[in-house]
Structure formats: C-alpha cells, structure tokens
C-alpha cells in the first residue's frame, strides 16, 4: 500500500512543481485548464468545496480538471485534494533542502530559523503515505463504524498538523526578526507555506466532512448517475436528482446529465 500511494504522489508531483512558479503569498497556484465536466459533475464538486468555507473557490479551482473523477463521492474528492498536498508538500520539502543549502544571506538567526523550518516539515512529509493510504481505504468503503471514524480522524489530524506546522513555520521567521523578514529566502519560504497551508486545510475539511455509509445502503449506477437507496432520500452526490419512490421496492430516477431519461429499479 506504502508503494502504490508513493507512486501516486509522483504522478502528481510534475504539475505540482511546474505549478510552483506561480505561486505568490496570498493566492494558491493556478488549476490547469480542465476538460469537460458534466454539470452533474461541477454541481457536485461546487457543493463539496462549500464544506471548505473560506477555500471554497481555491477548491473548486483546485479540484476542477479533476471533476469528472469524482462520481458522487466526497471521499474521492478528499483523496485527490490529499494527493496534491502531499505531493506539494513533498517537494516543498526538497525545496527547503536547497534553500538551506544558499542561506538566506540574513545571519545567523534567520539561517536558524530555515533549519527549524525545514527539520520540521521534513518530519511530517514522512506520514503523507500512510494519510494516503487512510485515504484509499476510506474510498474503498469501511463497513465497521468505529474503524472509519478512526482512519478518518487519523488522516484529517495528519493534514491539519501538517498545515498548522507549516504556519508555525512563517511565524518564527516573523519571531527572527526584520533582517529575516527582508531576506528573499525567507519570503521565498513564507510564500511556499501560506500556500500549502491552504492545500492541506482544503483537505482536511473534506476529509473530516466523509460521513459513514451504512452497509445496508447500496449504490446503484443508471447510466453516469449514482443513487444511494436507503439514504437521505437524495443521490449519493448530495444533490437531489428527482427520484421519487412509487413503492416500496420501486424507485423513480431522472438523470440530469442524460436528458432526463427516467430509469426504474425494483430493489
């Protein structure tokens, strides 16, 4: 498992790298140019980056090329959002690394303070496979109640101490003084964690957001829509996609993204 969420990481890490460069202080990097997304699709990610509050919109731009991945899950949302953090975190890292490597031209103090930057968030980069792989594990299903709130909670601690961390971060270098503040190293490094901060906040909330879903739930695929019987009396998505129940047994679905064609399944 440790092998394929390593793997997955360094797919993603060549946009996340060549996204960097466009990074400043208070604005996360461009999305790339998505491709063509259902608008059940862009519903629901718009619906599951609202559970990021004041990220919303950087979610959604984030997330976007990412949409038509998603098929109604919020976990898969979370994964992904999870995916590009860790990877942008991961060569954040490296980063560092080289910047230690230059100094930041301000003395003592500052370079120690882009030592402790880096020892610390070298330390957390080390659990972004295992918070991977609670990920996939919360994607493929958990039947047991107590065992999915705990990978859930392990994963959302794992984010948020991580972006806490990185905010720690930019405050020693504002405790070291002005010459640290002046240094373009550390600005460099200040613009680096204000916005992975903002890529591990935005998974954090999406992931601490998964609610549980009970075995005795089934999903049902008609065409490209996803139907969750025995939910909240909408789609597995959140949104309601006009089922009605006629008995019982016998639900009525309209697919919004197939010209309303009506589809029926006895269960």
């Not at 440790?2 to 996340?16: D, E, G, K, P, W």
């Not at 976007?64 to 975190?89: E, I, K, M």
């Not at 806490?164 to 200040?190: N, R, T, Y």
């Not at 049902?220 to 998505?237: A, I, P």
Request: hydrophobic share 40%; aromatic share 8%; with cysteine.
């Amino acid at each position: 498992m440790a092998t394929s969420c390593f793997l997955q990481l360094i797919f993603v890490l060549a946009t996340c790298t060549a996204a960097a460069a466009a990074t400043n202080n208070s604005s996360m990097a461009a999305a790339p140019a998505p491709g063509p997304s259902s608008s059940a699709a862009l519903s629901f990610l718009r619906a599951s980056c609202a559970l990021t509050l004041e990220r919303a919109d950087d979610c959604y731009n984030l997330l976007l090329p990412y949409a038509d991945s998603f098929h109604g899950s919020l976990a898969r949302v979370a994964r992904t959002s999870g995916v590009l953090a860790a990877a942008r975190q991961h060569d954040f890292t490296k980063q560092l690394a080289r910047l230690k490597l230059r100094g930041t031209g301000a003395g003592n103090v500052a370079d120690q303070t882009l030592d402790g930057c880096l020892d610390t968030i070298s330390s957390d980069d080390t659990g972004a496979n295992v918070t991977l792989g609670r990920l996939d594990r919360l994607v493929a299903g958990i039947k047991n109640k107590k065992e999915f709130e705990s990978e859930r909670s392990l994963a959302q601690d794992w984010l948020y101490s991580s972006g806490s961390e990185m905010l720690q971060c930019v405050d020693w270098i504002h405790f070291a003084g002005d010459a640290a503040l002046a240094s373009p190293v550390l600005k460099e490094v200040i613009a680096g964690c204000n916005t992975i901060a903002g890529y591990l906040g935005i998974a954090s909330e999406l992931t601490i957001a998964i609610k549980f879903e009970s075995p005795a739930a089934r999903i049902y695929e008609v065409g490209h829509c996803r139907f969750l019987h025995g939910g909240s009396g909408k789609g597995s998505n959140g949104i309601d996609d006009g089922y009605i129940l006629i008995d019982k047994m016998t639900w009525r679905f309209v697919c919004p993204d197939q010209g309303n064609d009506e589809a029926y399944i006895r269960t």
